[in-house]
């Protein structure tokens, strides 16, 4: 029904930056709630970021200040700049959206972002 496309994940020295993005496509007619969790092998997956349609942001505070979330509502797309990444950023990054009067979420397939020290 929907899919998520994500792209832009990569290797990274400590202090670089990545840009993720995530297409929606399929029957959707607008998408409520956009966001980016991460996981890691030995941890459960938890939020990075969230942006609402009216563009209400929220941050994990590991990431406040660094990360900065927005979408582009025509394209259905929702991106994650990473600036001044730190070692603890490494992560697998899944995009998380929740279409207009869904009943249920939808997730990406996930990219590997890995930042060296």
């Known amino acids: ?15 670089g930056s990545l840009r993720l993005s995530c297409a929606a496509s399929g029957t959707i007619f607008g998408i409520n709630v956009m966001g980016w969790y991460r ?13 609402t349609s009216g563009g209400i942001t929220n941050y994990a505070d590991s990431v406040k200040g660094r990360f900065t979330i927005s979408r582009d509502n025509a394209k259905n ?8 990444l730190k070692p603890e950023d490494t992560a697998v990054y899944y995009c998380n959206v ?4 869904a009943t249920k979420n939808y997730w990406g397939q996930g990219t590997q972002v890995t930042v060296s020290s």
């Open 39 to 51: 996981q890691t092998p030995g941890k459960q997956r938890e939020l990075v970021a969230t942006i």
């Open 77 to 84: 797309t929702v991106y994650l700049q990473m600036n001044s």
């Open 98 to 101: 929740i279409p207009f009067l």
């Open 1 to 15: 029904q929907v899919q998520l496309v994500e792209s832009g994940g990569g290797l990274v020295q400590a202090g």
